[in-house]
């Protein structure tokens, strides 16, 4: 099935498989082993010919980067549960020691590919002027250079340590890239062995001289190689090798801690001395270096791994030249909502006119910002309480905030300190909330508050109005430039009440009672879910026209996917939009040959949720139920986190959802992969005469139907499901 049959066609015939297979764990895909599979397609569109060269060193440095920490997170807790003795099978029936297994073997595979792709690229980058030079073909003048700039900006600040009983191994931290060294000494030929950490401060790549619109760049290594008499004066070189260390970097917090900050500082710090979980080393290694490298990190031959060519392929990024806007994607600006613009940016007017849905990026992150920057200086505003699960550095919605609790307004910030790698810059932000008179909560020491909620209180005439943003992304506005996610904002009473509902809960422990357009992990969303899809499968035993529609990161909860399975052999139509992993096979007869699954990997990074039930009418009509949400389709989405699923009732939002975004990603084909019943992903990248649809530069050129303001909604292109024509016909 191509990707231009995905919707309008029947669904594909069913494969056969034995009832054994189906009936049991193999019902289920590897979670491991799905997510490899997603980074696999990350790393095939460093490969794809329509995408722009740099931003193909782009997509093979992301697969680095997400390869190192899958690493340091999955595959260090399988690496512990397995020297615990930990035996526990996954869900689709396989041993710690076995994903392990299967999971270095699949990595290997795709190292040796990565390495593969990179010198493809470099051959291409040479064409386009941008060479990574080798020490054999540099100038006299590259060498002149090069040495001003190694004694004026490298020099300074290395340590080049020796290795000896009185100079024990050094401490390399998660990502550290050093290099090991064999020397002799010229006067009387004594060996020494040393080491040579590479501070992460210094730049990967050093420019050299070139002509006019030339770059070139020598590795860091090299450039180290060439002055090794600077650094070791009277030893030669008489063998050396590069390695890079990944550590174990999942946090352990102590559930009764006092000072919630504190422990997380401590954490942070036990986690930068995790165990060594893999050891990546330049090939042809001398055995004596490589045994000495071993011993002191204490890692197995199997956590070893030889990399013939460039080792640590995540510092690639730092080619990604801007000046070469030639070999980068086209420039795009995200639009303002007319809406906005028609009430002179005043957000509370544009949102009480009626509810408004943004979709990110391609409506700018900026009004959600400056929502939170007009509260804070609206006089009439009395309260802000706001999620913060990540956010930037230097936030601009923190900042606001800050504003608003220093001209006395009550301000409530709950900073998640568990959002992974962002713990260090989440106590920052917490102690910057603190210091300008903000109340700022930490949630649960159990649960990860992923729920992305803003709400303002605004005095208007004799009364209060609350005015609420639920989003499906981080109020990051770095990542916000690249995530596709939703942004709801409405003045909804209801809404406003679960959402104040759901903040005490984060600061009082009491649990919400009478929500009420509002379901939340990990009290009722499940189980909300579970009966949606009941539903639909009881409309379909019923004779009704059945359908789901969804669009997630990732769906490995095994109650979700027995559901879903239950509800495809109900007669249920399932069409699955899943980024990432997917622990659902589709297409199989007797058990999923209703289900099918696609995922899309391309300019943008897919990160918004969204499910559609036909209910009792198919899909898209007026009936529809349309939900958006914050949670993945995830054990610790559904159980261990508190998260949102908020059910679209305007119609305009409702239209939106199902006949633009979720219609764009479903007659995507250019960013399109197509998930096979043994686990294989697909795609189809053959010419077409009219060019292949891809959903990302449809939503860059076309205007969202939400937030049109008085220039009207008919202009606005919808893409009309031929078997369905309620939303040609405007809903």
Not at 420 to 443: K, M, P, T, W
Not at 578 to 588: A, L, S
Not at 625 to 642: E, I
């Amino acid at each position: 099935m191509t990707q231009a049959d995905f919707l309008r066609s029947p669904f594909p015939a069913p494969v056969e498989l034995p009832f054994a297979e189906i009936a049991g764990p193999g019902r289920f895909f590897n979670r491991e082993l799905s997510w490899l599979a997603f980074n696999w397609r990350v790393l095939e569109e460093a490969a794809n010919p329509a995408v722009p060269l740099l931003e193909r060193l782009r997509f093979l440095s992301i697969s680095a980067t997400n390869l190192d920490e899958f690493y340091t997170v999955r595959v260090a807790g399988l690496r512990a549960l397995v020297r615990n003795g930990n035996a526990t099978l996954s869900e689709d029936g396989r041993s710690p020691a076995e994903q392990l297994g299967l999971i270095n073997a699949d990595a290997r595979r795709l190292m040796q590919t990565q390495q593969a792709t990179y010198n493809r690229l470099r051959r291409e980058m040479e064409g386009e002027g941008i060479v990574i030079a080798t020490r054999s073909k540099l100038t006299a003048r590259d060498l002149k250079h090069l040495e001003t700039h190694f004694l004026t900006n490298v020099f300074p600040v290395l340590s080049p340590l020796a290795i000896d009983p009185a100079h024990p191994f050094p401490f390399i931290p998660n990502t550290g890239f050093s290099l090991a060294l064999e020397l002799e000494r010229t006067v009387d030929h004594r060996t020494l062995k040393a080491l040579l950490p590479i501070p992460q401060q210094i730049a990967r790549f050093v420019p050299l001289p070139g002509k006019p619109g030339e770059h070139r760049f020598l590795p860091l290594e090299d450039l180290l190689l060439l002055h090794l008499e600077m650094l070791f004066p009277g030893y030669s070189d008489q063998g050396h090798c590069m390695f890079r260390v990944l550590r174990d970097s999942d946090l352990e917090v102590e559930d009764e801690a006092e000072d919630l900050v504190r422990e997380f500082e401590t954490a942070l710090k036990r986690r930068r001395r995790g165990e060594v979980i893999r050891l990546k080393m330049s090939a042809g290694a001398p055995e004596t270096l490589r045994a000495l490298i071993m011993e002191e990190l204490a890692v197995t031959e199997d956590e070893v791994v030889e990399v013939k060519g460039l080792l640590g392929v995540a510092d690639l990024k730092e080619l990604i030249l801007s000046s070469r806007k030639d070999l980068l994607w086209p420039p795009f600006t995200p639009r303002i909502p007319e809406r906005v613009q028609d009430h002179d940016d005043d957000m509370f007017a544009a949102i009480r006119q009626k509810d408004m849905l943004l979709h990110h990026p391609y409506e700018t992150f900026d009004m959600v910002i400056r929502f939170l920057q007009q509260a804070a200086t609206d006089p009439n505003v009395l309260a802000i309480k706001q999620t913060l699960y990540r956010t930037s550095w230097d936030s601009p919605i923190v900042s606001a905030l800050c504003e608003a609790a220093e001209a006395g307004k009550s301000v409530t910030a709950l900073v998640e300190l568990k959002a992974r790698f962002d713990e260090a810059a989440n106590i920052r932000q917490s102690r910057r909330l603190e210091r300008s008179g903000a109340h700022v909560v930490y949630g649960f020491v159990n649960y990860k508050t992923h729920a992305k909620i803003s709400t303002v209180v605004r005095r208007e005439g004799d009364h209060l109005v609350t005015y609420t943003h639920y989003g499906t992304g981080n109020y990051h506005p770095i990542t916000a430039r690249i995530y596709t996610d939703l942004s709801f904002f409405t003045c909804d009473p209801a809404l406003g009440r679960d959402a104040t509902k759901v903040f005490n809960y984060l600061s009082g422990y009491v649990q919400p009672e009478g929500l009420e357009n509002l379901a939340i992990s990990p009290i009722t969303l499940k189980p909300r879910l579970l009966q949606l899809i009941a539903a639909e499968a009881d409309h379909a035993r019923a004779g009704r026209p059945a359908e789901i529609w969804a669009k997630i990161n990732s769906l490995i909860e095994p109650d979700v996917i027995d559901a879903l399975y239950a509800a495809s052999q109900a007669g249920v139509k399932i069409s699955l939009v899943v980024r990432g992993i997917c622990g659902v096979r589709p297409g199989v007869k007797g058990l999923s040959e209703n289900i099918r699954v696609k995922s899309i990997v391309g300019r943008f990074l897919e990160h918004s949720r969204i499910v559609c039930f036909g209910n009792g009418e198919g899909l898209p009509s007026k009936k529809a139920r349309v939900f958006f949400s914050s949670a993945d389709w995830m054990g610790r989405n559904l159980t261990r986190r508190v998260e949102t699923l908020v059910e679209a009732l305007n119609i305009t939002v409702k239209t939106q959802i199902m006949g633009q975004i979720m219609a764009a990603n479903f007659a995507d084909e250019a960013q399109s992969w197509v998930l096979s019943p043994d686990g294989s992903y697909h795609r189809d990248l053959t010419p077409q005469e009219n060019g292949m649809f891809n959903c990302h530069r449809f939503f860059m050129e076309n205007p969202s139907l939400s937030g049109r303001g008085t220039a009207g909604a008919k202009d606005v292109p919808r893409l009309a499901i031929p078997r369905d024509e309620t939303l040609a016909n405007g809903l």
